[in-house]
DNA sequence: ATGGCTTCATAGTGAAGA
Protein backbone atom coordinates (compact mmCIF):
# COMPACT_ATOMS: atom_id res chain seq x y z
CA UNK A 1 0.00 0.00 0.00
CA UNK A 2 1.79 3.48 -1.06
CA UNK A 3 0.12 5.92 1.21
CA UNK A 4 1.00 9.92 0.98
CA UNK A 5 0.11 12.87 2.30
CA UNK A 6 0.22 16.80 0.88
CA UNK A 7 -0.67 20.11 1.66
CA UNK A 8 -2.58 20.95 -1.37
CA UNK A 9 -3.00 24.98 -0.34
CA UNK A 10 -6.18 25.22 -2.13
CA UNK A 11 -7.31 21.93 -4.22
CA UNK A 12 -9.24 24.24 -6.33
CA UNK A 13 -6.17 25.89 -7.80
CA UNK A 14 -4.15 22.76 -7.36
CA UNK A 15 -6.93 20.07 -8.92
CA UNK A 16 -4.87 19.47 -11.87
CA UNK A 17 -1.31 18.93 -10.08
CA UNK A 18 -3.39 16.38 -7.85
CA UNK A 19 -4.95 14.83 -11.37
CA UNK A 20 -1.44 14.68 -12.72
CA UNK A 21 -0.01 13.30 -9.41
CA UNK A 22 -2.04 10.77 -8.80
CA UNK A 23 -1.91 9.26 -12.41
CA UNK A 24 2.09 9.37 -12.11
CA UNK A 25 2.35 7.78 -8.58
CA UNK A 26 -0.87 5.87 -8.39
CA UNK A 27 -1.37 5.90 -4.59
CA UNK A 28 -3.64 3.77 -2.72
CA UNK A 29 -4.02 6.73 -0.60
CA UNK A 30 -3.44 10.43 -0.76
CA UNK A 31 -4.42 12.26 2.05
CA UNK A 32 -5.12 16.22 1.89
CA UNK A 33 -4.59 19.31 3.61
CA UNK A 34 -6.30 22.73 3.21
CA UNK A 35 -8.42 21.86 0.78
CA UNK A 36 -10.24 25.34 1.53
CA UNK A 37 -13.55 24.41 -0.69
CA UNK A 38 -16.77 23.62 0.47
CA UNK A 39 -18.13 19.84 0.41
CA UNK A 40 -20.87 21.11 -2.15
CA UNK A 41 -17.65 22.41 -4.55
CA UNK A 42 -15.44 19.25 -3.70
CA UNK A 43 -14.29 17.79 -7.37
CA UNK A 44 -15.45 14.26 -6.67
CA UNK A 45 -16.41 13.43 -10.40
CA UNK A 46 -13.04 14.32 -11.59
CA UNK A 47 -11.38 12.18 -9.17
CA UNK A 48 -13.76 9.22 -9.59
CA UNK A 49 -12.59 9.90 -13.49
CA UNK A 50 -9.49 9.03 -12.38
CA UNK A 51 -10.22 5.64 -10.91
CA UNK A 52 -10.44 7.15 -7.23
CA UNK A 53 -13.18 7.16 -4.36
CA UNK A 54 -13.07 10.38 -1.93
CA UNK A 55 -14.13 11.34 1.50
CA UNK A 56 -13.75 14.90 2.60
CA UNK A 57 -14.78 17.89 5.58
CA UNK A 58 -14.27 21.03 3.81
CA UNK A 59 -14.75 25.01 4.70
CA UNK A 60 -14.91 27.55 2.78
CA UNK A 61 -11.74 29.63 2.66
CA UNK A 62 -10.17 27.70 5.53
CA UNK A 63 -8.70 24.69 6.43
CA UNK A 64 -10.72 21.52 4.95
CA UNK A 65 -9.13 17.80 4.88
CA UNK A 66 -9.52 14.82 2.58
CA UNK A 67 -8.91 11.02 1.68
CA UNK A 68 -8.55 10.04 -1.60
CA UNK A 69 -8.22 6.47 -2.37
CA UNK A 70 -8.51 3.60 -4.84
CA UNK A 71 -10.87 1.46 -2.47
CA UNK A 72 -14.08 2.84 -0.41
CA UNK A 73 -12.91 4.21 2.58
CA UNK A 74 -14.86 2.78 5.56
CA UNK A 75 -15.60 4.17 9.39
CA UNK A 76 -15.48 7.51 8.30
CA UNK A 77 -14.84 9.93 10.89
CA UNK A 78 -15.13 13.43 11.14
CA UNK A 79 -12.89 15.77 13.56
CA UNK A 80 -12.60 15.20 16.87
CA UNK A 81 -14.23 13.29 19.16
CA UNK A 82 -13.31 15.03 22.41
CA UNK A 83 -12.84 18.63 20.75
CA UNK A 84 -15.82 19.99 18.59
CA UNK A 85 -14.19 22.38 16.65
CA UNK A 86 -15.87 24.77 14.00
CA UNK A 87 -12.39 24.07 11.60
CA UNK A 88 -12.00 20.97 9.81
CA UNK A 89 -8.85 19.36 10.47
CA UNK A 90 -9.28 15.69 10.88
CA UNK A 91 -11.07 13.01 8.87
CA UNK A 92 -9.84 9.37 9.22
CA UNK A 93 -11.27 5.93 7.59
CA UNK A 94 -10.50 2.52 7.35
CA UNK A 95 -8.92 1.34 3.52
CA UNK A 96 -7.92 -2.64 3.47
CA UNK A 97 -7.79 -2.94 7.26
CA UNK A 98 -5.43 0.00 8.03
CA UNK A 99 -6.89 2.95 9.90
CA UNK A 100 -5.87 5.66 7.69
CA UNK A 101 -5.89 9.57 10.28
CA UNK A 102 -5.49 12.70 7.96
CA UNK A 103 -4.55 15.93 10.22
CA UNK A 104 -4.40 19.66 9.54
CA UNK A 105 -2.85 20.12 12.85
CA UNK A 106 -3.25 24.29 13.89
CA UNK A 107 -0.62 26.29 12.63
CA UNK A 108 -0.48 28.59 16.07
CA UNK A 109 0.95 31.76 14.52
CA UNK A 110 2.83 32.80 16.91
CA UNK A 111 4.20 32.21 21.07
CA UNK A 112 1.86 34.76 22.47
CA UNK A 113 -1.21 34.02 20.54
CA UNK A 114 -4.20 32.69 21.62
CA UNK A 115 -4.27 30.08 18.22
CA UNK A 116 -1.17 29.06 20.15
CA UNK A 117 -2.94 27.63 23.13
CA UNK A 118 -5.90 26.69 20.59
CA UNK A 119 -2.70 24.47 19.32
CA UNK A 120 -1.49 22.77 21.81
CA UNK A 121 -4.84 21.90 23.44
CA UNK A 122 -5.76 20.46 20.44
CA UNK A 123 -2.86 18.48 20.70
CA UNK A 124 -3.71 17.08 23.66
CA UNK A 125 -7.16 16.51 22.17
CA UNK A 126 -5.70 14.75 19.63
CA UNK A 127 -3.10 12.66 21.69
CA UNK A 128 -6.18 11.37 24.15
CA UNK A 129 -8.48 10.40 21.29
CA UNK A 130 -5.59 8.13 19.47
CA UNK A 131 -4.63 6.57 22.32
CA UNK A 132 -8.59 4.89 22.52
CA UNK A 133 -8.07 4.71 18.72
CA UNK A 134 -4.82 2.44 18.60
CA UNK A 135 -6.72 -0.33 21.12
CA UNK A 136 -9.46 -0.25 18.01
CA UNK A 137 -7.22 -0.03 15.45
CA UNK A 138 -3.72 -1.63 16.43
CA UNK A 139 -2.70 -0.54 12.34
CA UNK A 140 -2.73 3.05 12.46
CA UNK A 141 -1.20 5.93 10.38
CA UNK A 142 -1.59 9.01 10.94
CA UNK A 143 -0.72 11.98 8.23
CA UNK A 144 -0.89 15.43 8.01
CA UNK A 145 0.55 18.98 8.03
CA UNK A 146 1.22 18.66 11.89
CA UNK A 147 2.93 22.20 11.98
CA UNK A 148 5.14 21.52 13.80
CA UNK A 149 9.46 20.66 13.14
CA UNK A 150 10.21 17.54 15.24
CA UNK A 151 13.66 18.25 15.81
CA UNK A 152 16.34 20.90 14.97
CA UNK A 153 17.88 19.11 12.20
CA UNK A 154 14.24 19.48 10.66
CA UNK A 155 15.05 23.54 10.35
CA UNK A 156 17.25 24.82 8.18
CA UNK A 157 18.14 27.59 10.35
CA UNK A 158 17.46 26.29 13.96
CA UNK A 159 19.08 29.43 15.66
CA UNK A 160 16.77 31.72 13.35
CA UNK A 161 13.79 30.01 14.08
CA UNK A 162 13.91 30.55 17.94
CA UNK A 163 11.21 31.36 19.92
CA UNK A 164 8.85 30.56 16.57
CA UNK A 165 5.98 28.48 16.19
CA UNK A 166 6.63 25.12 14.77
CA UNK A 167 9.84 24.83 16.66
CA UNK A 168 8.95 25.99 20.12
CA UNK A 169 9.67 22.95 23.17
CA UNK A 170 6.03 22.30 23.85
CA UNK A 171 5.37 21.84 19.99
CA UNK A 172 8.10 19.30 19.91
CA UNK A 173 6.78 17.74 23.38
CA UNK A 174 3.36 17.14 21.73
CA UNK A 175 5.13 15.33 18.85
CA UNK A 176 7.34 13.47 21.17
CA UNK A 177 3.61 12.84 22.87
CA UNK A 178 2.59 11.14 20.23
CA UNK A 179 5.62 8.67 19.66
CA UNK A 180 5.32 7.96 23.41
CA UNK A 181 1.88 6.26 21.93
CA UNK A 182 3.68 3.78 20.17
CA UNK A 183 3.85 6.06 17.12
CA UNK A 184 6.96 5.84 14.62
CA UNK A 185 8.16 8.92 12.29
CA UNK A 186 8.40 6.92 9.44
CA UNK A 187 10.63 8.84 7.70
CA UNK A 188 13.07 8.43 10.38
CA UNK A 189 13.14 5.07 9.95
CA UNK A 190 15.51 5.02 6.93
CA UNK A 191 18.48 6.57 5.58
CA UNK A 192 17.62 10.21 4.55
CA UNK A 193 19.33 12.90 2.84
CA UNK A 194 20.55 15.88 5.08
CA UNK A 195 18.29 18.86 4.62
CA UNK A 196 14.98 17.00 3.91
CA UNK A 197 12.02 19.65 4.37
CA UNK A 198 8.79 19.60 3.16
CA UNK A 199 8.04 23.61 2.95
CA UNK A 200 9.60 26.49 1.83
CA UNK A 201 8.01 30.02 2.24
CA UNK A 202 6.69 31.32 -0.80
CA UNK A 203 9.22 34.25 -0.56
CA UNK A 204 13.23 34.92 -0.63
CA UNK A 205 13.65 32.11 -3.24
CA UNK A 206 13.42 30.17 -0.14
CA UNK A 207 12.70 26.84 -1.97
CA UNK A 208 15.68 27.30 -4.56
CA UNK A 209 17.55 28.09 -1.70
CA UNK A 210 16.41 24.98 0.45
CA UNK A 211 15.42 27.39 3.35
CA UNK A 212 12.86 24.96 4.85
CA UNK A 213 11.04 22.81 7.38
CA UNK A 214 10.03 19.13 7.73
CA UNK A 215 6.84 19.94 9.51
CA UNK A 216 4.35 17.09 7.43
CA UNK A 217 4.36 13.82 8.83
CA UNK A 218 3.67 10.21 8.09
CA UNK A 219 3.49 8.51 11.82
CA UNK A 220 3.04 4.61 11.92
CA UNK A 221 1.70 2.58 14.53
CA UNK A 222 3.99 0.27 16.34
CA UNK A 223 2.18 -2.81 14.71
CA UNK A 224 2.66 -1.40 11.08
CA UNK A 225 6.59 -0.95 11.45
CA UNK A 226 7.86 -4.05 10.34
CA UNK A 227 5.22 -3.38 7.31
CA UNK A 228 6.86 0.40 6.54
CA UNK A 229 9.56 -0.67 4.08
CA UNK A 230 10.13 2.96 2.37
CA UNK A 231 9.61 6.93 3.12
CA UNK A 232 10.41 9.48 0.84
CA UNK A 233 9.78 13.45 -0.05
CA UNK A 234 8.61 13.89 -3.32
CA UNK A 235 10.41 17.71 -4.10
CA UNK A 236 9.28 17.68 -7.90
CA UNK A 237 5.63 19.38 -7.18
CA UNK A 238 7.45 22.32 -5.65
CA UNK A 239 8.97 23.04 -9.39
CA UNK A 240 6.10 23.42 -11.21
CA UNK A 241 4.17 26.43 -12.08
CA UNK A 242 1.65 27.75 -9.21
CA UNK A 243 3.06 24.83 -6.33
CA UNK A 244 1.49 24.44 -3.14
CA UNK A 245 4.13 25.63 -0.63
CA UNK A 246 3.93 22.14 0.71
CA UNK A 247 5.15 18.78 -1.02
CA UNK A 248 3.82 15.09 -0.68
CA UNK A 249 5.34 12.57 1.74
CA UNK A 250 5.04 9.24 0.58
CA UNK A 251 5.24 5.91 2.31
CA UNK A 252 5.39 2.02 1.47
CA UNK A 253 3.35 -0.14 3.93
CA UNK A 254 3.20 -4.00 2.78
C1' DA B 1 12.68 43.19 6.07
C1' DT B 2 7.19 42.73 12.61
C1' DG B 3 7.71 40.40 5.52
C1' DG B 4 9.95 39.99 0.70
C1' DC B 5 4.40 35.30 -1.70
C1' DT B 6 -0.01 33.12 -2.25
C1' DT B 7 -4.75 32.19 -1.27
C1' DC B 8 -9.40 33.62 -0.43
C1' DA B 9 -13.21 36.91 0.13
C1' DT B 10 -13.78 41.15 -1.69
C1' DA B 11 -14.29 45.02 -4.90
C1' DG B 12 -10.26 48.40 -0.83
C1' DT B 13 -7.42 46.05 1.12
C1' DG B 14 -7.00 42.55 4.87
C1' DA B 15 -6.42 38.01 7.16
C1' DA B 16 -3.89 34.00 7.39
C1' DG B 17 -0.47 30.88 6.43
C1' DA B 18 4.41 28.96 8.36
Not at 52 to 60: E, H, N
Not at 190 to 215: C, H, V
Amino acid sequence: MKIATWNVNSLKVRLPHTLDWLAVNQPDALCLQETKQEDSKFPLAELQQAGYQAVFSGQKTYNGVAIISKTVPEDVMYGLPNFPDEQRRVIAATLNGVRVVCVYVPNGQSIDSDKYQYKLAWLTALQNWLKDELVRYPKLVLLGDYNIAPEDRDVHDPQAWVGNVLVSEPERAAFRALEQLGLRDSFRLFEQPEKSYTWWDYRMMAFRRNMGLRIDHILVSEALVPNCTACSIDRSLRKLERPSDHVPVVADIV
